[in-house]
Each structure stands twice: as C-alpha cells, then as structure tokens.
C-alpha cells in the first residue's frame, strides 16, 4: 500500500539568489508548499474554502524543517517530490526530497518535512482543528 | 505651503540581495510601501479597515516606478524618504528618495514615485474609487 | 520590421499573495525579470558571464515601472509578454503586457516597462556601460 | 556558564504576509537569520569574508526546523530572541523563540532551529567545512 506521491520541476529565479550565489534558503520551504498546493490542484482539491454559513476552512502549517546537502544556483532545474509521511484525523505530515538536474542525472539538493492541521476559522478569527475531508482522505491516503 | 514628509531607516538584510551580489530591484518597492505604512501608522491612520456594514476599505497600488543610480550591499544603512507629489479627490501620489550612508554621509541610490487608489470593496470583490477621508487629507495634505 | 516579442506563462503562487488577498505588487517586477532571463535562456544567450581577463558582465536594472489594472489571485493563470521599446548601444528597453486567464479570454491585468544597461564590472566592483554584443543585438532587434 | 543570547524586535510588513492574512511562514527562517546577522554585527564579526589568497569564508545553513503556535498579522510587534543550543568544531547551532506583543505581554508566537556550517570556498566553488575562528568561539560559547 504505498503512499501518493507528486512533483514538479521549476528553474531557480534570479531574485530567489542571494549575494552568496545560491538560492536563499527560504525558498526551499515556499516550493514544499507549492508542490503542495500544486498537488491539491492536480486532485480538484481547494486548498482554501468558505463554507455557506461562513466558515473558512485552510490548512495552516503547523512546523516545517529542511536540511541543505548541496547548493542550487540561478537557472539550475529542480524536481520537488511530495509523499505523505503520515495522515492524522487532522492533520497531514509531508516528506519533501529535491533533486538538481546535473547533466541529466538528479542528483539530490536537500529534504525536508513540513505539517499542516486542516482548520475552521470563524468570524473572529478563531481556528480549530477539523476533521479532514473524506475526499482528501481518499486522495492522500494509502493506495489499496 | 510645503507637503509633509515622512523618513524611515533600514539596513539591507541578506535575503534581500541576489547573486549579483546587490540589493534585488524588486526591494526597492517593497520598501516604498514599509515607509507608506510606517507613515499611516505614525499619523494613527489605517491601511485596511472594515465599516460596520461589512465594507472594506483599502489602498491599492495603481503604479509604481523606480530608477536605480547606485547598488545597495548587505548591511548597508539606507533611509527612505516619502513625500507627497499629488493629493487628488481618490488617489495619493508619492516620491521617494532612497540615500545610502557612505561614512557618514548620505549619498541618493535611488528614487521613485507610487500611486494608490483609496478604494471600498464589497463582498463580491469589487472595488469603486472612494473619496479620501477627511482626516488622511488634513495629514498629508500641504501644511498651512 | 516588427520587433520580436516572448511570452511566458506562470501561476499566482500563494506566498506571492498578500493580506488583501491579492498577488504583491512587487512581484509584477520579479515576473518582467522572469521573462527577460527566460527570453536570454531562450536565445541561449548568458545575463551574467565572466570574460577569461575575470571581467564580469551583466545586466543590471535602471528603471522599472508598472501599472496595475486589475488583481491577480493565487492561481490566477497569467502570460507575460515581453517586446523590445528600445535598443541603444548599451541599454535595452523592455515592454510588459500582463494577460489574465478569464475562461479561456486573457485579459490586460498590468503593463510595465523595465531599462536595463550592459555593463562591466572590474575586481574592484566599479561598472562602466558596455556595447550590447552583436549576437544580442542581432537577436533583440527588429527582424529584417 | 549560560550560553549568551541575542534579540532583535521588528514588525510584520504587509509583503510578509499572505492572503490567509497572516505572515507567510518562510518569513520565520528568514527572520532566524536576520536575528544570526545582527548578532554577528554586535560582536563586530563579519559574515562573510574574503583571505588576501582568495578563499571565501562564511555560514551556509546547514539545516532550519520552526513550528508555528500563532500566526502573526501585519503591523504585529515581535521579538526574536536567539540563542546557542550547540557550538561545535565547524558548526553552530542556534534556538530561537519568536514572542509577539499582546498589550505589553510577550507571547510565545513560534520557536525554531537553525545551524550553519562555517565554510571555506575556493575560486572553483568548491565547499571545505573550516574550524570556527577563536573570536567566534569566544562570542557565542559559554560565558565563565
């Protein structure tokens, strides 16, 4: 029964570098959520909603962690895979590995992990955590 | 009769440079609208509000320009200087200049110009121009 | 003699987007730069290179403007298209048209203009302007 | 021997945030190294450096972990206080805990984790982990 996974590819911007030469750190936590959100696309998924009575309904990160194994440069071609790592009655935990295109072979750039909690947030701004959807159950969980 | 005028003061952060070594042009704009709202906020005024009846209202950027004279480096201490090029019925037109302190003395980088659109938004989305409130006219308004 | 035009097609990501729930202005700017290095890559022509003499050369920018007609929302499916305003000896100048996806018709949501100038860099930092090379220059200019 | 810590206090801009209406979460990692670099620039200890024979010297992160307890808005106060959790023969690691001002008291708003790798790089690019220098050493160690 093995998880889901999905991924992209995207080319290191220019103003995703800093004056060291290499993509800013930072970046590597907004492609987790882009592959992410590009996943949720792919599955009809929205990743943020409001309901008739309006309550809104999102998934906040809860933590998110990356350690760097080797640098990636500006123009360089990289390929995000999202797995699940786990599925709570809330929440859902990614693993995230980056690969570096070099000559044709990927050869891997960093690995990260990052959690969300699917929450309801009413008028005031409140949050609580909500049970997930069955379809993103279905879409996440493991194949049978 | 001469238009108020409003500083701030920031060193460039690492992540805002690229790999050309210098501060990303796109910065410079970021930094316009931090000197816009640290002037809202000095004057007790807001960027974003709701009324009672579930209106927003808000000041969305209508253009911006900016030309740039001399790269800015990690660290480097700048101060930005908003004043008031045109006050119309709905809009707020500003310049900037942008000044690097090189030993002391403060030497122009940069300048540039935004202009924004006091809106009111309803709860489809759409925004209509909406007269400046009289207390924002008073503040940044030519002084008597 | 048209000038030769290059277009690219990207997606509103969410950590572009703002509190008023719309895409930051500032990254309309990261995008006209995405589009001109991606016309480079295109034309497999370097922004940034080192001679063997360690001289470097690039592209930095002059100025850059944008206006903003309407708002874009993450996922917004949106084609930038880039055309040459001007080719000087050392100094190109860049028009931008921001197309939406609205169903299936693209709409003007910006427009902007970005300048940049050839220039090198000896070890010291200092940059002087620099003849556009030929090949650019053949490549950017209006077609025969 | 407490380990010595460092803080830095700094408002949420509205380009920081996104359009849940909270500060985007790769802005945590990028305020833990805001927090390192001016820590460094108290002590008077450069980041980054270059040798008379060439070498480059600095501190690629290694690896950065946060978990979020509360979002942050923008115009929210917070300070991030940073401090040594590790000092080891080429590396450091560093805790930080984000606080945000709620009428005068300090809420704990996030906590994270970051090391760096102090780094020697040749003219090639080329990365050789590098013993911290004796002034580094002192600074961030134990007080006696």
Same mark, same amino acid.
């Given at each position: 029964m093995p998880s889901p996974t999905f991924a992209i590819t995207r080319r290191v911007e220019f103003h995703e570098t800093d004056a060291a030469g290499i993509m800013h750190f930072s970046n590597f936590?907004?492609?987790m959520e882009v592959c992410e959100h590009e996943w949720?696309? %792919?599955l009809n998924l929205p990743m943020m909603s409001t309901t008739s009575a309006g309550i809104r309904l999102g998934w906040p990160r809860r933590d998110a962690s990356c350690s760097f194994l080797r640098p990636l440069r500006c123009g360089d071609h990289v390929r995000i895979t999202g797995s699940i790592a786990a599925l709570g009655d809330? %929440?859902?935990s990614y693993e995230f590995i980056f690969h570096k295109d070099r000559a044709g072979k990927w050869t891997e750039v960093a690995n990260g992990r990052m959690s969300t909690v699917h929450v309801r947030q009413d008028a005031t701004g409140r949050m609580e955590a909500e049970a997930i959807p069955p379809e993103v159950r279905a879409a996440l969980g493991p194949s049978a």
């Open positions: 936590y907004r492609w949720f696309r %792919s809330t %929440s859902v």
